[in-house]
Nanobody, 115 residues
Framework: QVQLVESGGGLVQPGGSLRLSCAAS????????VAWYRQAPGKQRELVAS???????NYADSVKGRFTISRDNAKNTVYLQMDSLKPEDTAVYLC?????????WGQGTQVTVSS
């Protein structure tokens, strides 16, 4: 059974930082691309950052220079370090893993940026 469990969300003031984690089980983790998405109320789900292979990383323009995605294959975990957070970063953040034929989603973790 495949499971993706996110953690690390919460309430933070503007300018603050959070680190999200997504622990995977039931898959050969290093065979999968990984990504973080987010969905704010009334908005479409958007791709925040991804590592489609072991060397390249991609970021949405809105988070470049503030967010960093990384993975630890030994721990089957993908991270999202979020710095200089803004109120517009408020959303449910979901991790995703995919291979050439399969894809999985976590349940999401809420991030709220507010003073």
């Amino acid at each position: 059974q495949v499971q993706l469990v996110e953690s690390g969300g919460g309430l933070v003031q503007p300018g603050g930082s959070l680190r999200l984690s997504c622990a995977a089980s039931g898959i050969i983790f290093n065979s999968y691309g990984v990504a973080w998405y987010r969905q704010a109320p009334g908005k479409q789900r958007e791709l925040v950052a991804s590592i489609p292979n072991m060397r390249r990383t991609n970021y949405a323009d809105s988070v470049k220079g503030r967010f960093t995605i990384s993975r630890d294959n030994a721990k089957n975990t993908v991270y999202l370090q979020m710095d200089s957070l803004k109120p517009e970063d408020t959303a449910v953040y979901l991790c995703s893993v995919w291979s050439s034929s399969l894809g999985y989603w976590g349940q999401g973790t809420q991030v709220t940026v507010s003073s």
